[in-house]
């Protein structure tokens, strides 16, 4: 029988326990349904039955699981795992043979899940100006997973650092112009769409993984030396810790091009370093604005952890870089994840399982030195790219008449 969609009600309960066993692999998906927040157009999916028992889920069970929540656009509305991400699928260490095999498995999985979305019902916030509800934008989804759905091969050369939502009177998407990594307004034009049921692609992201041991180094107490660096390059600078204001997110959302709107930036967990006189100095916690002496200033340096547990919109303005800021950042911030992740709104973050990561356009140096200058290792390259929810119906149907 060709496998099935099925709706998860309570995921934490049912799918959770077939996807942590198989982290990091499964990260991203798992910090989306550990995330604080839920809207009532989320909806979750997967080809196990809410039934089917975790202990007879392992690596060589083929399944697919999926996150969908259509409120969220134009930002990512879709995160998807399929075993076809795991290491023993690896078409680098398969044979041409067993590497299609897999291909071929994984694929109705997929089609099965995204062949439910357009029966969900859409909110009444989706932007049908100037989006298409018969796309979806799916997000940091696995390069083997979008080859699978796109037929081939992606052409990285095609990929935009940005993109944005296609036009309601066409099925080919359009795009906004974007500013490249380094800020200097890049604009690639898409020459080689894929096929299948992918319409276009990012740039490739490389996916950094932050082990449990990296991440909890982090949140333990610094040393006194440590402590004393911090100390004086805060002081040096006339900063202070402190955590990103509802005020501040246009300043925010102006300094890159991905989209972020006040909506989603008000759930998520921040820190950051601000110009503060006379400000009372020393380490604080990172969710905790400190009790300045003087006149606070503006924002300097911020990231945020995303609804996936990535690390997001790391920024330092510019005459503040090289001092080091971007990594104080980073690294505060893997406390809270360090501490179970509850304070930036990360539910059921067990000890062992406290996996951080980033996603970092591999043409973006000076994010590539931070990941990897925080014990950042290389996972896997992942794509955001738009799937055409017309072309996976009639693929789908193509698998079960097959």
């Known amino acids: 029988m060709p496998p099935e969609a099925h709706t998860h009600p309570s995921p934490r309960l049912t799918l959770l326990p077939h996807l942590l066993p198989l982290l990091p692999h499964t990260l991203p998906l798992v910090r989306r349904l550990q995330f604080h927040f839920q809207s009532p157009y989320a909806h979750v999916l997967s080809t196990l039955p809410p039934t089917h028992p975790p202990s007879s889920s392992s690596a060589t069970t ?11 656009a134009p930002e990512t509305e879709c995160w998807l795992f399929s075993t076809l991400e795991l290491p023993s699928c690896d078409a680098d260490s398969q044979t041409a043979a067993a590497a ?92 080689a769409l894929p096929g299948g049921c992918v319409r276009d692609h990012t740039v490739p992201y490389q996916k950094f993984l932050f082990r449990p041991e990296t991440v909890a180094r982090a949140a333990a107490n610094n040393t006194a030396d440590e402590v004393g660096e911090e100390t004086a390059l805060l002081e040096e600078l006339g900063l202070a810790w402190t955590t990103v204001r509802e005020g501040e997110f246009p300043l925010v959302a102006s300094r890159t091009a991905i989209p972020r709107s006040g909506r989603t930036l008000r759930l998520l ?49 510019e005459e503040f870089r090289g001092r080091g800021l971007g990594k104080l ?74």
């Not at 083929?62 to 969220?72: C, E, W």
């Not at 996972?379 to 055409?388: L, R």
Request: aromatic content about 8%; some cysteine.
């Open 269 to 317: 967990g921040s820190v950051g370093l601000r110009r503060v006189v006379g400000a009372s100095f020393g380490p604080s916690s990172p969710f905790v604005s400190p009790a300045p002496l003087g006149e606070e200033g503006p924002l300097v340096a911020w990231a945020f952890l995303g609804p996936d547990g990535s690390l997001t919109s790391l920024h330092v303005e």
């Open 62 to 72: 083929p399944f697919a699981a999926l996150y969908v929540d259509r409120s969220r």
């Open 100 to 191: 299609a095999t897999a291909t071929a498995t994984a694929l109705p999985h997929l089609l099965a899940l995204l062949a439910h979305v357009p029966r969900l019902p859409l909110p009444p916030s989706y932007p049908a100006a100037t989006q298409s509800p018969s796309h979806v934008l799916v997000g940091a989804v696995h390069r083997a997973v979008l080859e699978c759905l796109a037929g081939g091969p992606l052409v990285p050369e095609a990929g935009r650092t940005v993109i944005s939502g296609p036009s309601v009177t066409s099925s080919t998407p359009a795009f906004s112009p974007h500013a490249s990594n380094d800020g200097a307004g890049e604009w690639r034009a898409s020459s």
């Open 329 to 402: 950042v980073t690294r505060r911030l893997f406390t809270v994840l360090g501490r179970g992740g509850a304070e930036a709104g990360f539910v059921g973050v067990r000890e062992g399982e406290e996996w951080g990561h980033s996603d970092v356009a591999v043409d973006n140096k000076g994010s590539v030195g931070v990941a990897r200058g925080l014990g950042g290792g290389e996972g896997w390259e992942c794509f955001w790219g738009w799937v055409d929810l017309g072309e996976v119906e009639r693929m789908g149907a193509g698998c079960v008449s097959a």
